[in-house]
C-alpha cells in the first residue's frame, strides 16, 4: 500500500530555512488523482495546513505561511518537499506530509499520512 | 478562511455508550453543483498521525469500524461514535476542503468516564 516517510533535520537554528522532503512508496506522485500536502502541529495543539502541490508543479499555500513557503516535487525521486524560510521558535512542530484524494476535479480529505517529524527551532 | 469550531473541546464517556462531537463551520461547506459536503474526520492517537475516520461528512473510510457514523449539512455536522471501546481514546478533528486555507477544528478529546 502507499506509504509516506518524512525525512529532515530535527533543528534548525532562528532566521534559517526549515527543509524536508516527503518519499512516496508504493505509489506514484505523478498520479493526476492526488495532491500532495504538508501539514504541521506545535507540541501540544492542533493541526495547521501549509499546502499542496500537484505532479505538474502546481502549488496551492496557507495565506498565513504563503510569504515563507515553497513547495516542490520531484517525479523522479518520487519525493516532494517543504522549505520554510526565517523560522522561528514558533515554527517548532510536528510536520506531516499527507495525500490528498482528489474528487475528480475538487478537493478531497487527506486519506494518507507520513509519521511525522519534529522540527524544533532553536540556537 | 472558514472557521471550524468543534464542541465540545473534551468529553467522557463509558465504555459502550454514545459519543457525539459537534462541528460548526463559519460557512457552508456544501457544494451545490454536485450536493457533497466537503467536511471531513479524523481520530489521532498520542504519538500517531492523524488518521481519516469520514469524508463527505458522512461516508467512512474502508476499514473504518460501523460505529464511527458522520452526519450534518451545510455548516453543523456531527461525529457520533454508536458504543464506545476502550480503543477510542483519542483527540478528533473536524476539517473542511470546501476552500483554501483548508482549515481544521481545534480538536476534541474523547476520553473514557
Known amino acids: 500500500q502507499v506509504q509516506l516517510q518524512e525525512s529532515g533535520p530535527g533543528l534548525v537554528k532562528p532566521s534559517e530555512t526549515l527543509s524536508l522532503t516527503c518519499t512516496v512508496s508504493?505509489?506514484?506522485?505523478?498520479?493526476?488523482?492526488?495532491?500532495w500536502s504538508w501539514i504541521r502541529q506545535p507540541p501540544g495543539k492542533g493541526l495547521e495546513w501549509i499546502g499542496y502541490?500537484?505532479?505538474?508543479?502546481?502549488?496551492n499555500y496557507n495565506p498565513s505561511l504563503k510569504s515563507r513557503v515553497t513547495i516542490s516535487v520531484d517525479t523522479s525521486k518520487n519525493q516532494f518537499s517543504l522549505k520554510l524560510s526565517s523560522v522561528t521558535a514558533a515554527d517548532t512542530a510536528v510536520y506531516y506530509c499527507?495525500?490528498?484524494?482528489?474528487?475528480?476535479?475538487?478537493?478531497?480529505?487527506?486519506?494518507?499520512w507520513g509519521q511525522g517529524t519534529m522540527v524544533t527551532v532553536s540556537s | 478562511d472558514i472557521v471550524m469550531t468543534q464542541s465540545p473541546d473534551s468529553l467522557a464517556v463509558s465504555l459502550g455508550e454514545r459519543a457525539t462531537i459537534n462541528c460548526k463551520s463559519s460557512?457552508?461547506?456544501?457544494?451545490?453543483?454536485?450536493?457533497?459536503?466537503?467536511l471531513a474526520w479524523y481520530q489521532q492517537k498520542p504519538g500517531q498521525p492523524p488518521k481519516v475516520l469520514i469524508y463527505?461528512?458522512?461516508t467512512r473510510e474502508s476499514g473504518v469500524p460501523d460505529r464511527f457514523s458522520g452526519s450534518g449539512s451545510g455548516t453543523d455536522f456531527t461525529l457520533t461514535i454508536s458504543s464506545l471501546q476502550a480503543e477510542d481514546v483519542a483527540v478528533y478533528y473536524c476539517?473542511?476542503?470546501?476552500?483554501?486555507?483548508?482549515?481544521f477544528g481545534q480538536g476534541t478529546r474523547l476520553e473514557i468516564k
Open positions: 499527507a495525500r490528498v484524494h482528489l474528487g475528480g476535479d475538487y478537493l478531497g480529505a487527506f486519506d494518507i
Open positions: 508504493g505509489g506514484s506522485v505523478s498520479s493526476g488523482s492526488y495532491y
Open positions: 502541490i500537484d505532479y505538474r508543479g502546481s502549488t
Open positions: 460557512q457552508s461547506v456544501l457544494y451545490r453543483s454536485n450536493n457533497k459536503n466537503y
Open positions: 463527505w461528512a458522512s
Open positions: 476539517q473542511q476542503y470546501y476552500s483554501t486555507p483548508i482549515t
